[in-house]
């Protein structure tokens, strides 16, 4: 896997979306947010970030 397509933390897709780390896990937990876990930690795909901020940039926020 290249660089370009590293998998991202929970912490660097919550500085992405500007939300705390918990809004991050929340979202993974409800299923809304594909990750992988390796182990103990949650990893998110740049493509499945990208694929969820389409499809929720209109979405009310009270959804999120």
Known sequence: MSGGNALLTVREVAA????????????????????VRILNA????PADLDCFLRVHRDCPKSLL
């Not at 500007?18 to 990750?35: E, F, I, N, S």
Request: aromatic content about 4%.
């Open 16 to 35: 992405i979306l500007r939300v705390c780390r918990d809004t991050v896990y929340r979202q993974c937990a409800k299923g809304q947010l594909p990750h």
């Open 42 to 45: 949650i990893r998110i795909a």
